[in-house]
């Protein structure tokens, strides 16, 4: 399988985003899928996953109530809605994808609990 993510860019403080994330090689109705950031000098962090349509979204502490990650089946493609975006929120973000998570049912956003993953974009945000 291979995901593709794009939509990352430089913007200022407060403002949105939305990422894209276009799967190929296999169904999202099958897989879980989560979104994941790295910043220089920082460890990858879940950002936000879920494992199938029956479990509740993951959200991080710092992006719960401004970020939202959704789903197109018609599409294969993930997306992630950034509101009210911080300086803090700059790092490259990944998508991506594991056919044990949604077995499991439960949503896991470590990193390692993922399979598939996508080469990633940067998102810059300035204050």
């Known amino acids: 399988g291979q995901l593709v993510e794009s939509g990352g860019g430089l913007l200022r403080v407060g403002g949105s985003l939305r990422l894209s994330c276009v799967v190929h090689g296999f169904s999202l109705d099958e897989y879980a899928v989560g979104w994941f950031r790295q910043a220089p000098g920082k460890e990858r962090e879940g950002v936000a996953c879920?494992?199938?349509?029956?479990?509740?979204?993951y959200y991080s502490d710092s992006t719960k109530g401004r970020f939202i990650i959704s789903s197109d089946s018609a599409s294969n493609t993930v997306y992630l809605q950034m509101d009210n975006l911080r300086p803090e929120d700059t790092a490259v973000y990944y998508c991506?994808?594991?056919?044990?998570?949604?077995?499991?049912?439960?949503?896991?956003?470590?990193?390692?609990?993922?399979?598939?993953w996508g080469q990633g974009t940067q998102v810059t945000v300035s204050s």
């Open positions: 991506a994808a594991d056919r044990v998570v949604f077995r499991a049912g439960v949503t896991y956003c470590l990193p390692d609990e993922y399979d598939y």
């Open positions: 879920i494992a199938n349509p029956d479990t509740t979204p």
